[in-house]
């Protein structure tokens, strides 16, 4: 039998993660964005990663339109940002209230984030309630900062103690 789902959320708050915002943008659709923080490396050669979207979520859909997406990770000043994309708002308002451009391949990045990775899908496994997507990386962007951090249920930052 599965863990109890409260137990397991409980168990994951104690897990720190870096917060990423996945962005995409198709024809039909415009941008669409959202929080995430399951996102990870997959592959060094070829160049791949995965981030999971719940498969009810409308930027999830437009990743299917688009086969393409761009991962942000934000730097310890965004959490503004972060809590913007992660509901409540539409799609217009959250990139209307941050900083962003088309990156080389074509898809939204954010331009304040400490790194953007643009994505092209390689492959999409449906997993419970979420889609584990993964995307072969077709451009890394790196930019200065620290990340913005989420443990046991709050935002976080690095110590500046050395």
């Known amino acids: 039998m599965a863990a109890n789902a409260d137990d397991f959320k409980k168990a994951l708050q104690l897990w720190a993660s870096g917060v990423a915002i996945v962005t995409t ?4 659709h415009g941008v ?3 929080t995430v923080t399951a996102f990870s490396s997959v592959s060094a ?4 990663i ?4 719940n498969q009810s979520a409308d930027t999830g859909e437009n990743i299917d339109v688009s086969g393409a997406f761009a ?7 965004q959490q503004a940002d972060s809590n913007n994309f992660s509901g409540g708002s539409n799609q217009e ?4 209230n941050t900083t962003w451009e088309i990156g080389p391949h074509g898809t939204p990045v954010l331009t304040e984030s400490i790194m953007s990775l643009e994505c092209k899908v390689v492959e999409k496994i449906a997993a419970g309630t979420h889609w584990i997507i993964i995307g072969e990386v077709m451009e890394a962007i790196s ?3 620290d990340p913005l951090l989420y443990y046991r249920g709050a935002y976080r930052q690095l110590s500046t103690d050395e």
């Open 71 to 77: 991962v942000n990770v934000l730097n310890a000043d």
């Open 93 to 96: 308002q959250r990139f209307s």
């Open 45 to 48: 050669q070829p160049p791949q």
């Open 143 to 145: 930019r200065s900062g």
């Open 32 to 34: 669409r964005g959202m």
């Open 50 to 53: 995965l981030v999971c979207i």
């Open 25 to 28: 943008l198709s024809e039909k």
